[in-house]
């Protein structure tokens, strides 16, 4: 398979993700568009949570997200 012929490219875990400096991401954005101010939030319930927070926490110990 596709998968298995290339297996050295994927990551196993989030630690294996390394940042890499040869790609930028940017967004092209109009300079006249303008965002809602207000942002409709909702609370994640405790099973997103459950799945979420543990998630988001091995990303920051990877490097792969940080706090803003």
């Keep these: 398979s596709l998968v298995a012929e290339f ?9 294996e993700v ?7 991401f940017r967004l092209s954005i109009p ?5 809602p101010k207000k942002v409709h939030q909702r ?6 949570r459950e799945y979420l927070f ?3 926490d091995e990303m920051r ?3 792969i997200t940080r706090f803003i």
Excluded: E, R
């Design 31 to 35: 300079p006249d568009t303008v965002f």
């Design 54 to 56: 543990p998630v988001l």
């Design 43 to 48: 609370p994640l319930t405790q099973p997103q």
């Design 61 to 63: 110990k990877a490097g």
């Design 18 to 24: 390394k940042q890499v400096d040869f790609v930028k």
């Design 7 to 15: 297996a050295d490219v994927f990551a196993l875990s989030t630690k």
